[in-house]
Antibody, heavy 121, light 111 residues
Framework: QVQLVESGGGVVRPGTSLRLSCAAS????????MHWVRQAPGKGLEWVAL????????YYAASLKGRFTISRDNSKNTLYLQMNSLRAEDSGVYYC??????????????WGQGTQVSVSS | QSVLTQPPSVSGAPGQRVSISCTGS?????????VHWYQHLPGTAPKLLIY???NRPSGVPDRISGSKSGTSASLAITGLQAEDEADYYC???????????FGSGTKVTVL
């Protein structure tokens, strides 16, 4: 079955960088677009970024203002999120999710368990 | 402030029916974009419950259903069970923000 396992979270200082990974298995990774979604403490879900199956297109939430970069290595079945200039408001659980295609809007059909990021001085 | 508005909480006794609303605007649900629903237990992976307004993935029981009308959508759970106690989120696409948007989330409590 589809398995997504995030890693790379931790406690970091404001202004520093962190790279998250998501290892995929149980499906043909190179055939699917992938997302990152986050949840701040006590808050709801927030979409972060999307990358096309072949990496040819990347899309980001406007609120990120160019600080994050989504990428993938299809030879390693792994999705990445490079996070720079981290702020306290970036703290939360980060989930990777597989793209589900809809005729009138896409969705997230499988999710990982998440990795915790804490940005604190 | 979430783009899609949901009630913070709903509750019901076992066996009862509960409904969760998701209100958007002309740039998301009202623009014709589909609504999808997720169940989330803290500390676990969110789970897709309904996609494209009213479609259930395999394994989701038929006592869970979705609907959409105008700028709003709803998720209904009939025959409420203890295992339904969780947070529920709606999701759509917003053409003004050019991105996927989630509802504010609704906590379902089984009394």
């Amino acid at each position: 079955q589809v398995q997504l396992v995030e890693s790379g979270g931790g406690v970091v200082r404001p202004g520093t960088s962190l790279r998250l990974s998501c290892a995929a298995s149980g499906f043909t990774f190179k055939s699917y677009g992938m997302h990152w979604v986050r949840q701040a403490p006590g808050k709801g879900l927030e979409w972060v970024a999307l990358i096309w199956h072949d990496g040819s297109g990347q899309y980001y939430a406007a609120s990120l203002k160019g600080r994050f970069t989504i990428s993938r290595d299809n030879s390693k079945n792994t999705l990445y999120l490079q996070m720079n200039s981290l702020r306290a408001e970036d703290s939360g659980v980060y989930y990777c999710a597989r793209l589900g295609h809809g005729d009138n809007g896409d969705f997230f059909d499988s999710w990982g368990q998440g990795t915790q990021v804490s940005v604190s001085s | 402030q979430s783009v899609l508005t949901q009630p913070p909480s709903v509750s019901g006794a076992p066996g009862q029916r509960v409904s969760i609303s998701c209100t958007g605007s002309s740039s998301n649900i009202g623009a014709g974009y589909d609504v999808h629903w997720y169940q989330h237990l803290p500390g676990t992976a969110p789970k897709l419950l309904i996609y494209a307004n009213n479609n259930r993935p395999s394994g989701v029981p038929d006592r869970i259903s979705g609907s959409k009308s105008g700028t709003s959508a709803s998720l209904a759970i009939t025959g409420l069970q203890a295992e339904d106690e969780a947070d529920y989120y709606c999701q759509s696409f917003d053409s003004s923000l050019v991105g996927h948007v989630f509802g504010s989330g609704t906590k379902v409590t089984v009394l």
